[in-house]
């Protein structure tokens, strides 16, 4: 089953050697555990960590951090992977932690029509903080088209969650296949709930404008700042796909940038139509969704500074090739160094317009 075939070096002793917090067993493979590298969210409840005990992996959904049991033992004593190797060979093997071990019930994802249908309900009983409508617009929204993309603040007082959910549930919603939102068992009776961090929404849309899923900014500048709005692992929860999603109308010249936000901003400020992929390794299916907007031309435009990361620039091949393939004219966006994202890049453009 492990990776190693050795106890000493399974993930779940190797995060035990290391101090690692272990909440829950999350599925069949994994176990999650408080995140070490980002310090995981406020709410002690919340564990980013997952552990894959077929894999002997460990990968932080909330900073992104990933490796193997060595790796990770290494990396938490500030030691080389040999030494670690030698110091896991030398130590007897924790026992399997005591923690909850049962399969909890996840429910398959609804479709797009109702998924839009509960996210706008959702977002509709939501407000936006001053602090978050700021950032925004720091950024180079318009007040109107922060009203129009719906960005909302996440809910965290637990009482508030309850209300919405009941409120949700009164207006005949089914909240079930809804990625985020789960159930809480209490003795005899279940209540709905959903996920929440301090920060705010990002509704992903499709070619038809329906909400497909949401990312929630961070407000903690952790080293991941946007999380996907998920409830796997929980009972009756649903996991977010990586969803592609689709700023702006059809065009001959569709642009590709990594991140919802990031597209919508950058949409705004050129008119330009984006494609947006949750990560530089989240493109699947983004044929089809270019096809669907009649695009001839794509540019990738993915974060400047990532130029020199050697897995971006394979994944940007990788993509460049996928499109090739599929018909499409594959050129590369590049911008002034300076300038990280194309949504830097357009707003210190559209800045420096003003001024002339
Ligand atoms: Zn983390």
Known sequence: MSNYNDPRLSILNVAQKSKILILRQSSKEEFAARCPFCGDSENPHHAHLMLNIVKDAYHCTRCGEKGYAIGLYARLHGISNSQAFKELM?????TTPKIEIKHVPQSPVANINERDKVYRAFLDKLTLKGEHLQNLIRRGLSWEEIGRNLYKSVPI????????CQELIQERLNL???????QVQKENHAYWDFYSDNGFFIPVRDIQGRIQGMQIRLDDDHERKYVWFSSRGKLSGTGAHAWIGVHGVPSK?????EGPLKADIAHYLSRYTFVSVAGVDATKG??????????????????????????????KERLEKKLIQAGFEVRTKTWEERYKGIDDYLLARKKSQKVV
């Open 286 to 315: 983004i044929e089809q969704v270019l096809k669907e907007l009649n695009a001839k031309r794509v540019y990738i435009a993915y974060d400047m500074d990532l130029k020199n990361n050697k897995n971006v620039q394979k994944a």
């Open 253 to 257: 010249i569709v642009l590709v940038t």
């Open 90 to 94: 030398n130590m007897s093997p924790e």
């Open 176 to 182: 079930k296949g809804i990625p985020g939102f789960f």
């Open 157 to 164: 007082v637990p009482q508030e969650r309850l209300r919405i």
